[in-house]
Every structure is written in C-alpha cells, then in structure tokens.
Antibody, heavy 120, light 105 residues
Framework: QVHLVESGGGVVQPGRSLRLSCGAS????????MHWVRQAPGKGLEWVAV????????FYADSVKGRFIISRDNSKNTVSLQMNNLRPDDTAVYYC?????????????WGQGTKVTVSS | SSELTQPSSVSVSPGQTVTITCSGD?????LVWWFQQKPGQAPILLL????ERPSGIPLRFSGSRSGTTVTLTISGAQIDDEADYYC????????FGGGTKVTVL
C-alpha cells in the first residue's frame, strides 16, 4: 500500500522559514519523481515543485522560485520542501504527490497534507 | 502561456450528463490529467493522458479532446459526483486549471 505522510506545517511569521517533509512507503521511492502541490484556503490546487527520481533535476512554480527548495533523500524515502522568506500568500495546505504512469494504468498518490499558516 | 482555463462551476441533474472543459496553449503539445476533490480530502485521479481511466474509476467518467480543449464528461451523474474537478498538465513544470465546482441537484 503506497503511503505518503507530510509533516512540518505550522504557524510562521512572514519572512521566516519552514521545512516540510514527506515520508514515503509501499513503493520503490528512488524510482520516481516527487511533487509538492498546495491549496490556499478556499482556493484551487497550485503545483509548487518537482524533483526527479535521483534529485538531479528540480523545477519550481514561478511563485516560489528562488524562495523554496525541494530535495530528497532516497536512503530515507523522504522528500522535503525548504520554504524561505515566507509570505502570507504562501498560506495553504501542502501536499506531496507521487505520479506514476505505467503501460496500462496510472497512479497518482497524495498525502493527507500539512497546513502552513504565514501570519504575524 | 502555461495557464489552463476551466469554467468555475457547472450544475447537473442526477442521471444527466455534464461536461467540463479545460483549455490552454500548453495543450497543443501536452496531455491532460483530471482530478476530483471533495471537501477536506486530497484529490483523486480520474483520467490521465486525456482519455485513460485508472483502475477503479467508474466508466461514467470519460475524456475527449478537440485541438487545445480537453473535456471531462460525467455520464449519468450521481449525487456522489458533487465535487471540485481540476485539469492538470505539465512540461517541466506542472499547472492546474482553476477548478470547476460540480453541483448535482
């Protein structure tokens, strides 16, 4: 059973930093890219970042580029999101996501999310 | 532009058919994934590669494409289909549509 569990959310002041983690189990973590997606209160889904299976490639949404850093540790089956210089509009539930496309099926697994509130 | 455009809301009577469109320049070259999200829950994958259904997704969910517009069709809508629906596509970066709230009444 594939399982993703996010942690690290909380309340933080504008300009400060926070690090989110996502622990993975039930699949060969080192084979697949991992995403972070967020959802502001009452708003839609926003793709945030992706890291390739080996950590060599990383891409970011324009809204977080230069402030957020995605990374992974394949020895610990974890993917992280270091969020720096946080702004009130970063307030959201943050989900980690695994997207796998097979020959005749696809899996798109999301964690339960971790809530981040940026407020003074 | 990497934006994806969806209608903000649609409504359907139980048993009827409803369509949700997703359009954007990126769709000239890229395929669409569709997600369903109910309040307080993580999204669920409904369709991938425009038209493909993952195992376990009911047959009443189907997809089609015309040019740079991709459509999700719910045939014989059920009360349980009331939810928010998002299209998604990706180059190196991902992008979600703004979401469509489907009301079944």
């Amino acid at each position: 059973q594939v399982h993703l569990v996010e942690s690290g959310g909380g309340v933080v002041q504008p300009g400060r930093s926070l690090r989110l983690s996502c622990g993975a189990s039930g699949f060969t973590f080192s084979y697949y890219g991992m995403h972070w997606v967020r959802q502001a209160p009452g708003k839609g889904l926003e793709w945030v970042a992706v890291v390739s299976f080996d950590g060599s490639k990383k891409f970011y949404a324009d809204s977080v580029k230069g402030r957020f850093i995605i990374s992974r540790d394949n020895s610990k089956n974890t993917v992280s999101l270091q969020m720096n210089n946080l702004r009130p509009d970063d307030t959201a539930v943050y989900y980690c996501r695994l997207a796998v496309i097979l020959t005749d099926n696809a899996y798109d697994i999301w964690g339960q999310g971790t809530k981040v509130t940026v407020s003074s | 532009s990497s934006e994806l455009t969806q209608p903000s809301s649609v409504s359907v009577s139980p048993g009827q058919t409803v369509t949700i469109t997703c359009s954007g320049d990126i769709l000239t070259k890229k395929l669409v994934w569709w997600f369903q999200q109910k309040p307080g829950q993580a999204p669920i994958l409904l369709l991938y590669k425009d038209t493909e259904r993952p195992s376990g997704i009911p047959l009443r969910f189907s997809g089609s494409r015309s040019g740079t517009t991709v459509t999700l069709t719910i045939s014989g809508a059920q009360i349980d289909d009331e939810a928010d629906y998002y299209c998604y596509s990706a180059t190196d970066k991902g992008v979600f549509g703004g979401g469509t709230k489907v009301t079944v009444l």
